[in-house]
């Protein structure tokens, strides 16, 4: 059983959805899709251009700790820059290091420089606990001797 995964593994799991707004997106807009899709993060985008994402916690600490009104905010006024980025091939073990070393909990999925999706911390770990869990079981059904390759 591999354990180390890939983004590709990932996205062909939980799919390729993502939501995102353009920059000029009130950041109340943005915090109602955020709320109504039950995720945590937005790309910002223009047409095809990734210009960055926005999440929750630009909305904590730029808006709210900042006394701004979110109603007459603009997503592109506090779009965190730069996107930290990723492709498929990436493995899950590289995209934890990323998320740690830059403090992200969300990470951009590019392809050809096209986004083919968006993957979250939650994301990464679901996956490392379903393929230990699997192995687990692979080799505890080997000990008591029905493993067959």
Known sequence: MNTTGTIENILHHKGRDVWSVPPET???DAITLLAEKNIGALLVMDGDRLLGMFSERDYTRKIIL???????????????????????????????????DHRVR?????????????????????????AQTAAIQQM???????YHA
Request: proline letters at 3%.
């Open 26 to 28: 009130t950041v109340f």
């Open 66 to 100: 900042k006394g701004r009104s979110s109603r007459d905010t603009r997503v592109g006024e506090v779009v965190s820059t730069p996107l930290v980025t990723v492709s498929p091939q990436h493995t899950v073990e590289e995209c934890m290091r990323l998320m740690t």
């Open 106 to 130: 969300h990470l951009a999925v590019l392809e050809a420089g096209q986004v083919a999706g968006i993957v979250s911390i939650g994301d990464l770990v679901n996956w490392t606990l379903g």
């Open 140 to 146: 505890q059904s080997y000990i008591a001797g029905g």
